[in-house]
């Protein structure tokens, strides 16, 4: 795709190849990454009752709930979508204080509904509840417990961009040296969309293996929550069984 994008004009036929080429690859990325979501769930559904962990077993388990997995994520996308658009209207008024407020609110808006839903997948792993059951689940943990819920999914999805920016950087500085030593202008056209389809490549590759970190940070989370909010009395029954 890159290299049709780079070899055709604007309005040549390798470049209008390119853009469907780039829309395919972004549409097979987003499929992975929503297979990628449901399979690391689901893992930790599969442990926490005790079934065996079959590759088979587990892909299956992953397709048929994948649709569920795909719920939560457009409905918490149309959260954020909807609180962008709200701050473009007000962009619209072309108020200076406003914009500012705007921006301020957009964040902490979309701040807050990624943290308010960040416990929805794991309720509809480990309970399999359906997409709505699932968001409201998240919604009375969370509520609770805002502020520390917030502060471990902005640690945990940094870890993962962090790692994604590293290879991105590494792969532009490569760039930079091969493009310097001493290649004609027609191999450096040539050589630019390879290196930047490998860049991109491996950056995605590092993103996915790093994927399951946030995950597995909200889904010890989900259960702690689940017990300090449901556990009340159970260190003290416990407890009471040295007297028996």
Request: hydrophobic share 55%; glycine share 10%.
């Amino acid at each position: 795709a890159f290299l049709n994008l780079s070899s055709g004009n604007v309005e040549g036929t390798s470049a209008e190849h390119g853009g469907y080429l780039v829309i395919g690859a972004f549409t097979l990325i987003a499929l992975e990454m929503l297979l990628l979501h449901a399979l690391v769930h689901e893992f930790f559904r599969f442990h926490d009752q005790g079934r065996p962990k079959s590759t088979g077993l587990l892909l299956g388990r992953a397709l048929r709930k994948s649709l569920h997995y795909l719920g939560i994520l457009l409905l918490t996308g149309l959260m954020l979508t909807g609180a962008v658009f709200l701050c473009a209207l007000v962009f619209a008024l072309e108020e200076p204080l406003l914009n500012v407020v705007a921006v301020l609110g957009m964040f902490a808006a979309v701040l807050a509904l990624l943290a308010m839903c960040s416990l929805a997948s794991a309720a509809q792993a480990l309970e399999g509840k359906g997409v709505a059951a699932a968001m409201n689940r998240s919604w009375n943990l969370v509520r609770r417990h805002f502020w520390p819920t917030l502060g471990l999914g902005i640690v945990a999805g940094l870890i993962v961009l962090i790692l994604g920016y590293l290879v991105q950087i590494i792969g532009s500085i490569a760039m930079v040296v091969i493009m310097a030593v001493g290649h004609s202008p027609e191999s450096r056209a040539e050589l630019v969309p390879i290196i930047m389809s490998v860049v991109f490549g491996l950056q995605f590759c590092v993103q996915m293996l790093a994927y399951p970190i946030p995950c597995t940070c909200m889904m010890l989370k989900y259960c702690s929550r689940v017990e300090e909010e449901e556990g009340h009395g159970l260190r003290e029954r416990i407890a009471d069984f040295g007297s028996l």
